[in-house]
């Protein structure tokens, strides 16, 4: 079996592995960029996530009303978000237009609960959520 592993700047701008029936094994862990949100403080309603990496870590979040609205402009399909509440005071994440949560309801994630999503292409999905106080 041939494959090739290489970076396609032409048309896809990305690292890819190609070839008939070709597949990937990590032997070892599979590491996610990390990017921090801190909340504003004081009640802002929504503020703006735009995912810059796979796992996002909210923190400074103070008051019960503030909201995450994930945003699409970075996002590319396939793309998979882990998103963490950090602080005491639970986070809600805004389903909005083209963030859909299971069940149609925001989400209220407390201190180190996770919610997974992928993108398809126009909507981030909720692949799952994991309460880690439950």
Not at 68 to 87: H, M, P, R, Y
Not at 108 to 128: E, H, K, P, R, Y
């Amino acid at each position: 079996q041939d494959a090739e592993l290489g970076y396609d700047e032409t048309t896809d701008d990305r690292v890819e592995l190609t070839g008939t029936n070709a597949s990937l094994w990590l032997e070892d862990r599979l590491s996610l960029g990390r990017q921090t949100m801190t909340m504003v403080t004081g009640g802002v309603a929504n503020e703006n996530l735009t995912p810059t990496a796979s796992y996002v870590e909210v923190t400074g979040q103070s008051d019960a009303t503030d909201g995450v609205a994930i945003q699409t402009a970075s996002a590319k399909e396939g793309d998979i978000l882990f998103i963490t509440n950090l602080d005491a005071t639970a986070v809600v994440i805004d389903a909005n237009g083209t963030t859909k949560i299971q069940g149609g309801a925001d989400v209220s994630l407390t201190t180190s609960d996770v919610m997974i999503l992928i993108f398809d292409g126009t909507n981030w999905l909720q692949a799952a959520g994991v309460a880690a106080n439950s």
